[in-house]
């Protein structure tokens, strides 16, 4: 299997700032490449948890009796934690995003590279593919998902053809697909592409959902000076963290106690996100739109 190699490697594990005996998460463990270098940094009482609700990530688990691994989505991560008898960790680790192996396994229908069966599933237990979506949202419904979550500009153009188009003929295929939506696409066809593909994506796998879900129960999680690491591909995810990181809620909303004192959940580590430097962006392309916050829990 060949998993895409690790954006912002070294940032983020240092980002972590781990202590040998510390427990540590790994939210999207893939093809364990975080995971192996945080195990490296732990001692014989250090402990690793590692989420993935892909099952073909569970062939890449660390043999290691430190190590653990849950197949789960990271949106369960408090109640996994507890089943396994952790209430508190040191530090948490997500690398959000699709990995470069479901991009490039045809049959799971990530990618209009290859015609495949619409699916898109990063769990293949749910129920909801992108053919499903496609065949069955109103024309209202689609709008809304192209333009939240691909802020495609012609998003009722594009619902109103996908409407007109099922009607002669189900959407089943990536080449079903794009050869209904052909009349519509504006712009440079791979970009307007990139984003419908996206849309669909996050709208199966209900990701801006399950990263809000994540990011409530990691500050829950987090012992007080733990470590929360994101790294983000997209500008939905990277605002969504960025609001919560400063205010405690994705809305961004700032809460002041009786007194006028913000309420402040982390500090944060760079005012900046980090990105990559010229030399990794040449040789990993994931890197280029790859954005990472690190902050500090303060209570």
Same mark, same amino acid.
């Given at each position: 299997m060949t998993y895409h190699v690790p954006v912002l490697l070294e940032?983020?594990?240092?980002?972590?700032?781990?202590?040998?005996? @510390?427990?540590?998460?790994?939210?999207?463990?893939?093809g364990g490449g975080h995971s192996r270098q945080i195990i490296e940094k732990? @001692?014989?009482?250090?402990?690793?948890?590692?989420?993935?609700?892909?099952?073909?990530?569970?062939?890449?688990?660390?043999?290691d009796e430190r190590f653990l691994f849950v197949n789960s989505?990271?949106?369960?991560?408090?109640?996994?934690?507890?089943?396994?008898?952790?209430?508190?960790?040191d530090g948490i680790l997500a690398d959000l995003g699709v990995s470069?192996?479901?991009?490039?396994?045809?049959?799971?229908?990530?990618?209009?590279?290859?015609?495949a069966h619409l699916d898109m599933r990063m769990n293949s237990g749910t129920d909801l593919t992108a053919a499903i979506l496609v065949n069955t949202y109103s024309a209202s419904e689609l709008q809304d998902v192209f333009s939240k979550y691909g802020e495609v500009r012609n998003s009722k153009s594009l619902a109103l053809e996908i409407v007109k188009q099922r009607k002669n003929r189900k959407i089943?295929?990536?080449?079903?697909?794009?050869?209904?939506?052909?009349?519509?696409?504006? @712009?440079?066809?791979?970009?307007?592409?990139?984003?419908?593909?996206?849309?669909?994506?996050?709208?199966?796998?209900?990701?801006?959902?399950?990263?809000?879900?994540?990011?409530?129960?990691?500050?829950?999680?987090?012992?007080?000076?733990?470590?929360?690491v994101v790294i983000s591909y997209h500008s939905l995810e990277d605002r969504m963290v960025k609001q919560f990181l400063k205010t405690g809620n994705v809305e961004g909303l700032q809460k002041e106690d009786d007194f006028g004192?913000?309420?402040?959940?982390?500090?944060?580590?760079?005012?900046?996100?980090?990105?990559?430097?010229?030399?990794?962006?040449?040789?990993?392309?994931?890197?280029?739109?790859?954005?990472?916050r690190i902050a500090e829990k303060l209570e």
């Open positions: 940032e983020s594990i240092a980002g972590m700032n781990i202590k040998p005996d @510390g427990v540590y998460v790994d939210v999207t463990f893939g732990l @001692g014989d009482k250090g402990r690793l948890i590692a989420f993935d609700q892909d099952l073909d990530a569970e062939q890449n688990v660390l043999k989505n990271f949106s369960y991560l408090k109640r996994f934690l507890r089943v396994h008898g952790y209430s508190k960790v470069s192996f479901q991009f490039d396994t045809a049959e799971r229908g990530f990618s209009y590279r290859f015609d089943e295929t990536t080449s079903d697909f794009m050869n209904a939506i052909d009349s519509v696409i504006r @712009g440079n066809r791979l970009k307007y592409l990139s984003q419908v593909f996206q849309a669909l994506r996050i709208e199966v796998n209900q990701e801006m959902e399950v990263l809000k879900d994540f990011l409530e129960q990691a500050h829950e999680v987090l012992n007080v000076e733990g470590r929360l004192n913000k309420y402040k959940p982390f500090k944060l580590i760079t005012k900046k996100p980090i990105v990559a430097n010229e030399k990794e962006n040449r040789i990993n392309k994931r890197a280029r739109s790859a954005k990472m």
